[in-house]
């Protein structure tokens, strides 16, 4: 007779130390500031030494400007609708100030991390900075997308408008707390605004 053996799942993978870093540095620098957080103390977070830190990054600048590139992804992916949703395009750009009022709700909300990062380097030119801009210009172009769907007025304008509202709208939340209710409103008043200004000019031949 013989006993069934029931096989042992496979060990965990243990994260490498670049991984550390950047995980590490994400937890710090979006909660506590680029500048209030050093080597030494992002070392001890990842439980790497200073110079396994220097044999993966040239330096902080670096680290930053990685760390907002690998956990950029995972704020935008937040906020977007997915491809298969089949909303109208008005909703699907609504949905960004929905998913800013989930987010605001929670304790750990502390804005938008690439404003945030690229306001506290002061620096439009650091590779950080650059970064910020580039997920930025993702929520324009997101914004953009729904408006040319939708054949609203001057989609680019509506564009930069609605994320303007959305920059403001999280620094508000980080600041003082609550959810962005009023945010959600605005951007329906701007859609509309822009949609009623298109079905002006078309039913006028302007």
Same mark, same amino acid.
């Given at each position: 007779?013989t ?7 496979p060990? +965990?993978r ?8 950047? +995980?590490? *540095?994400a937890r710090?620098?979006?909660?506590e $500031?680029v500048?209030a ?5 992002? *070392?001890?977070?990842?439980q ?8 993966h ?8 400007? +990685?760390?907002?590139?690998?956990? $950029?992804?995972?704020?935008?992916? $937040?906020?977007?609708?997915a ?5 109208p395009?008005?909703?699907?750009a609504?949905? /960004? ?13 502390y804005g938008c991390?690439?404003?945030n ?5 002061r620096?439009?030119?650091h ?7 580039r ?13 040319a769907?939708? $054949?609203?007025?001057a989609?680019?304008?509506?564009? /930069?408008?609605?994320t303007?509202?959305?920059?403001g709208?999280a ?9 962005p ?10 859609w509309?605004?822009? *949609?009623?200004r298109?079905?002006? *000019? ?5």
């Amino acid at each position: 007779m013989t006993t069934a053996v029931t096989p042992e799942a496979p060990p +965990e993978r243990k994260p490498k130390p670049r991984e550390r870093v950047l +995980e590490a *540095a994400a937890r710090l620098f979006i909660r506590e $500031g680029v500048n209030a957080v050093g080597v030494d103390r992002l *070392a001890q977070e990842a439980q790497v030494s200073k110079r396994s830190i220097y044999q993966h990054f040239d330096g902080k600048d670096a680290i930053v400007a +990685e760390m907002l590139t690998s956990y $950029g992804p995972r704020v935008v992916a $937040g906020y977007f609708a997915a491809e298969d949703d089949e909303r109208p395009p008005r909703e699907r750009a609504l949905h /960004v100030y929905d998913a800013l009022h989930a987010a605001a709700e929670a304790s750990d909300f502390y804005g938008c991390p690439f404003v945030n990062v690229a306001t506290e380097l002061r620096d439009r030119e650091h590779p950080a900075s650059e970064v910020a801009r580039r997920f930025k210009g993702e929520l324009t172009a997101y914004f953009e997308r729904q408006a040319a769907n939708a $054949g609203v007025a001057a989609p680019h304008v509506l564009a /930069v408008q609605l994320t303007l509202l959305f920059d403001g709208a999280a620094a508000s939340a980080a600041m003082c707390g609550g959810t962005p209710l009023a945010a959600r409103l605005a951007a329906e008043e701007l859609w509309d605004a822009a *949609a009623a200004r298109a079905a002006t *000019a078309r039913s006028t031949g302007r």
